[in-house]
Each structure stands twice: as C-alpha cells, then as structure tokens.
C-alpha cells in the first residue's frame, strides 16, 4: 500500500512537472514573438514605414484603408496584449497571492481576446486574407472556440466553480495560441522537410496549410483533454506516460520555437537608426522605384555612410512589396540585395521568385540558375528551374 502511494505521488509530480517545463518553453516563446511584433511594427509605424506591416499580413497596411488599417492595428496590439496578460493569468502564485488583480487581468484577457479574433475575423471575411476557403474556415472555427470558451471561463468564475473555471481558461489559453502555433510547426516541418513541401509559398495554399489551419489548434487541444484526464485518473502508469509524452511533445515544440526565434523573429528586434531599408522604403514611396534605387546604388558605392545596411533586411523588404504585389518594386528590391551580397545564394533564389511572380521568366531562370551555382543544395531553386522549363 506504501508503494502504491508512493507511486501516485511521483507520477503526480512528474505530469506537474512536464505540464510546467511545457507551459514555461511555451511562456518564454510567446513572449520572444510579443516583443517581436511590438518592435518590429512599432518601430516601422514611427519611422513612416508602414509597408513593412505587410511582411508577414497580408493587407495589414493598405493606403487609404482608415478602417482596414486599424482593424490591423487592433488585431497586432491585442496579439500582444493577450500573451502578455495571459501567461500572468495562467501563474499559479499571482493567481493565489493578488486575486484581485487576477480578477481584473482575465476581463482585459477575455476583452483582448474578443477583440483580436472579430479583428482577425473582419480581415479574414471583409477585408481578405492570404489563403484559400479552408484556411479561412479554420480560422474561423478558432475564433468561435475562443469565444464559447472564453464565455465559460467567465460563466464558471461567476458562478464561484473555480475548478471548472480553471479547465475552461486553459482552453481558451489553447485556441488562443492557434496562430502561435501554426508558424512554430510549419517552420519545424519546412526545415524537417527541407522545403516547403504540401503547400505553394506563392499562393500560400495547400493540402498542408489546410490541414494545420485546423490542427494548429485542435491537436493541441487534444492533448490538453489527455493532460486534464491524466490529472483525474488514479492510475500511476498513465499518469507518467502522459508525463512522457508532454516532454516530447514540448521538446519538438521548443525546436520549431528557437528555429522561428532565431530566423525571423529576433532578427526582427532591430533598433537600429539609419537602417538601408528605411531609407529604401521612403525613397520608393516618395520619389519612385528608379530615384530609390540609383540613390541606394549610391550609397553603396560610398560604403554606406551613417547606414545600417543588413542582407536579410534587404529581403524582407522585398518580399514585403512582393506579397503587396508590387512588382516592380519588390524586383528592384531584391535586385539591389543580390548586388549588394553577390556571394548569397539566397538573395538570388529571393530575386528568382520576384522575377516568375511578376512574368518576367529570362529574369527569373538567370536568377535561379545563379542560386544553384552558389549552392547546388537550393531546392527552391532547382525546382523552380524545372517548372520553369516546362512548357
């Protein structure tokens, strides 16, 4: 019988602590993308560089839009309002030591969370969002989980059952996370795969997409309702087996987030002033595709003076004009960068798609072919020469 006790209270501590090394990597990861998307954002808002918004959103700055442009704005700060307030919502300690201040954290959590899924929601259905039908009926999914259970989180708190309000907090925490989710495990499954294989980065559609348009939030979901199980169930064996695969789980979770981390969202942070793509940016919009780029070619040829100048910034901005379907911007963008590091294989791969998307194919076949000279391992760009030389 001591044994068996024994056993219990271990495999009571091992879920506890899985479930505390998962919400701790999960914690720290949601954070790095919350300052991510503050500095970034911010900081191209004060420095007038609102076309930097559309980098990673499709639309999020259109000129003219008042209301799509603060639908975007909405839509980005309640992003970082809600991980901020609720990774303090979810700590037991301030949970037990500052109730009040508890209680007043989840009504902001809970406005915040209404306000960036009908955001989300007027982008997607109104505005319009990159993607194709299935995607936006996951996205739309998540956002009616987030309400119904954000409504019984606040249903079950009223009521005084803390203990269900607990579960139904940890729900929506989960649906919350859903585009969180998404792009950590699509960049652990590009890199695992070694390119974009089940979905085109053109269109940004495939069977892939549409499967983790749901699956970014209702696997985790699962687990979730495995792990509250765990939790109620007497039975030792499964809770350490549960234990064991909330490690592995938050083990391949944590990769996909320091891959993402490290690859786009800290490099994201940068504060410098006089960064090369700022003045690129300005000079496009104020002067034209041509002025901007024989003013940047030189600067160049003066060894940037005063100039933060940064590869990966360069193709950014590119790609920022390229999903705006600014043609002949986003070209001459790119151009500018394989110029500028003639020795990257990236830059002329980046240049590549630029030239096909905007139909220009002699362009695009040089610049692929110049990729694969540099480095004969660029799938994106042997396989963009094979479709290419297709008739």
Known sequence: MTRGFEMKVAAT??????????????????LVFAASVAIFYGNSAAHGNWQ???????????????????????HLSGAVLIIVLGALQLIPQVRTRFPVFHRWNGRVYLFG?????????????IRGAVGDLPQHLGSTVNAALVWIFGG?????????????????????????????FLRVMLTLWVIVMGGPVGFDTATFTGPLLSFMSFGAYLIPLGILEFYLLAQKSPNA????AMAGALVVVTLVMGAGTGAIAFGEWIPRM???????????????RTQ?????????????????????????????????????????????????NSETHPKSANTYDSLGEACADAGHKACAI??????????????????????LATP
């Not at 969370?113 to 259905?125: E, L, Q």
């Not at 064996?237 to 350490?240: D, L, N």
């Open 237 to 240: 064996a499964g809770r350490v």
């Open 13 to 30: 501590k091992a879920l506890k602590a899985a479930a505390g090394f998962w919400f701790v990597v999960t914690i720290v990861g949601q």
């Open 113 to 125: 969370a209404f306000a960036i899924t009908v955001s989300a929601m007027y982008m997607i259905w």
């Open 152 to 180: 019984l989180a606040l249903r079950t708190a009223m009521a005084r059952d803390f203990t269900a309000h607990r579960r139904w907090a940890l729900r929506l925490f989960i649906v919350l996370l859903g585009v969180w």
């Open 366 to 387: 040089e610049s692929y072919s110049k990729a694969v000279a540099l480095d004969p391992k660029m799938t994106s760009s042997v396989n963009a020469l094979k479709k």
């Open 52 to 74: 930097a918004w559309n980098s990673s959103m499709t639309k999020a700055y259109v000129p003219g839009h008042t209301l799509s442009n603060s639908a975007a704005a909405a």
């Open 270 to 284: 940068d504060l410098h002033n006089n960064k090369a793509t700022d003045f690129l940016a300005q000079a496009i």
């Open 288 to 336: 034209g595709v041509d002025a901007a780029v024989t003013q940047f070619r030189g600067l160049r040829a003066q060894g940037f003076p005063g100039v933060y100048e940064n590869e990966k910034q360069m193709n950014s901005l590119g790609y920022q004009y390229l999903h705006s379907q600014q043609w002949d911007a986003a070209v001459a963008v790119l151009r500018l």
